[in-house]
């Protein structure tokens, strides 16, 4: 079983609010990605990062922010809340494995409800 | 460019019938293939993967898919459906060029087990 640990679960909150998604591994996995997922639909890549210091965007355009200030650490922040970020967000890690294919391991997803 | 197309959003068997979950792929290179499990409340766990090795893969929980390059399909089957595999399914592909980009996911298949 993974050990990547997302945080909170569930959260409700009001528009203008700043908040922040937490996302953490013990596997020492240098990738880390952040996937937006509406319900029904598939997941969209919004953010990854090849280790510390290393922050990309994803396919999916997002006004959320990341930082990779440590290897187990992936926290995904919005300034200023709007319904429209009302959505899951699941975090996943993996290993660099030359990039063969390498297993992509999921957190359980933060569902994030903005009123 | 990548995608995957991932037949019927909802898939309905009997317990104890054959499961059958379709997946066709699009990639300008090889690719690699997933099929990730998703039940509710919780993150997506790998169920099987392909990479280029041996064209059937055998999974998890029974789970089984074929790579077949003629039809770009990756198709997952299982021979007897039981209760506990109700839930979502996504297959999804990455290319063999490199792995930071994450992966692309099919919409997903909410499969259902009648008693």
């Known amino acids: 079983e993974a050990d990547i640990y997302q945080t909170p679960r569930y959260l409700v909150i009001g528009t203008g609010k700043k908040i922040t998604l937490e996302c953490s591994q013990t596997?020492?996995?240098?990738?880390m990605y952040w996937y937006q997922q509406d319900p029904g639909m598939e997941l969209h890549l919004i953010h990854y990062?090849?280790?510390?210091?290393?922050?990309e965007k994803g396919d999916l355009s997002s006004e959320s922010t990341v930082s990779r200030i440590r290897t187990e650490h992936f926290p995904l922040t919005l300034e200023s809340a709007r319904p429209s970020h009302t959505s899951q967000y699941l975090c996943?890690?993996?290993?660099?494995?030359?990039?063969?294919?390498?297993?992509?391991?999921f957190g359980p997803g933060t569902r994030l409800l903005v009123l | 460019a990548q995608s995957v197309t991932q037949l019927g959003s909802h898939v309905s068997v009997s317990e104890g019938a054959l499961v059958l979950l379709r997946c066709n792929y699009s990639?300008?290179?090889?690719?690699?293939l997933f099929w990730y499990v998703q039940y509710p409340n919780q993150g997506l766990q790998l169920l099987l993967k392909?990479?280029?090795?041996?064209?059937l893969v055998k999974g998890i929980n029974g789970f089984e898919a074929e790579f077949k390059k003629s039809e770009t399909s990756f198709h997952l089957t299982k021979p007897s459906a039981h209760m506990s595999d109700a839930a979502e399914y996504f297959c999804?592909?990455?290319?063999?060029?490199?792995?930071?980009?994450?992966?692309?996911f099919g919409k997903g298949t909410h499969l259902i087990i009648q008693p």
């Open positions: 996943a890690s993996s290993d660099r494995d030359g990039r063969r294919g390498e297993t992509q391991y």
């Open positions: 596997m020492g996995h240098d990738k």
């Open positions: 990062s090849y280790g510390v210091n290393s922050t």
């Open positions: 990639s300008s290179v090889p690719p690699y």
């Open positions: 392909y990479t280029s090795a041996a064209t």
């Open positions: 999804a592909v990455s290319d063999s060029g490199g792995g930071a980009d994450g992966l692309t």
